[in-house]
């Protein structure tokens, strides 16, 4: 086991441990001890599916979205994994996407180029895309326009897949756009190009 799944797990117990240790401080009956136990095990099971699937729902994940804007800055804090993950708008529709200046070219799902709206009907051959995982095969498309925070861009190129599972990545294609990039007090800050390309 990873040491991020141990502290999930230890994380995971002592919110259960809470609940538990008022139901078992208070002397009760054993039929309302069980159905304490029942309504603390079904709030915390939805708690759980709701943070472990938080990026599959675009409606939800916003309520975990701490960036910010600053001024023309837009902030980013480090999540507990060590990333930068923003809410990014492609074609107008929100996805949560991981910030990885490490990757060349942002990296969507299949899924998130259809929602986006995103052809790539007219990719003649399909790219080949080194990842952590091994190489990949990918069409390619152009986002007409993204928006993340103060930043705003148009016609920005990325790849396809539905290797890339349900990770979408921002890549350095997207940070040349930017006046500048630096992370601080692990926190990300993006400063815009100006003038930015309109949208």
């Not at 180029?113 to 498309?141: H, K, Y």
Request: without cysteine; aromatic residues 6%; hydrophobic residues 45%.
């Amino acid at each position: 086991m990873s040491a991020d799944r141990t502290l999930d797990a230890v994380f995971y117990g002592l919110i259960l441990l809470l609940p538990l240790s008022a139901l078992f401080s208070r002397r009760i009956s054993l039929a309302k001890l069980a159905g304490g136990l029942a309504t603390w095990t079904l709030i915390f099971g939805l708690g759980f599916l709701i943070v472990q699937n938080r990026h599959r729902l675009p409606n939800i994940e916003r309520l975990f979205d701490d960036q910010q804007v600053v001024g023309s800055e837009t902030r980013i804090p480090m999540s507990p994994d060590g990333h930068f993950w923003a809410t990014v708008e492609l074609n107008g529709k929100p996805h949560r996407m991981l910030i990885d200046s490490g990757a060349t070219t942002t990296a969507i799902s299949t899924d998130t180029a259809r929602a986006a709206g995103i052809d790539t009907g007219s990719s003649p051959f399909p790219a080949v895309i080194r990842t952590a995982n091994g190489t990949v095969t990918a069409l390619t498309g152009t986002a007409d326009t993204v928006h993340l925070g103060s930043i705003r861009t148009r016609e920005l190129g990325v790849v396809v897949s539905s290797a890339f599972g349900d990770v979408n990545v921002i890549g350095m294609n997207f940070l040349s756009r930017l006046h500048s990039w630096r992370v601080e007090n692990q926190t990300l800050i993006l400063t815009p190009a100006t003038p930015q390309t309109p949208t």
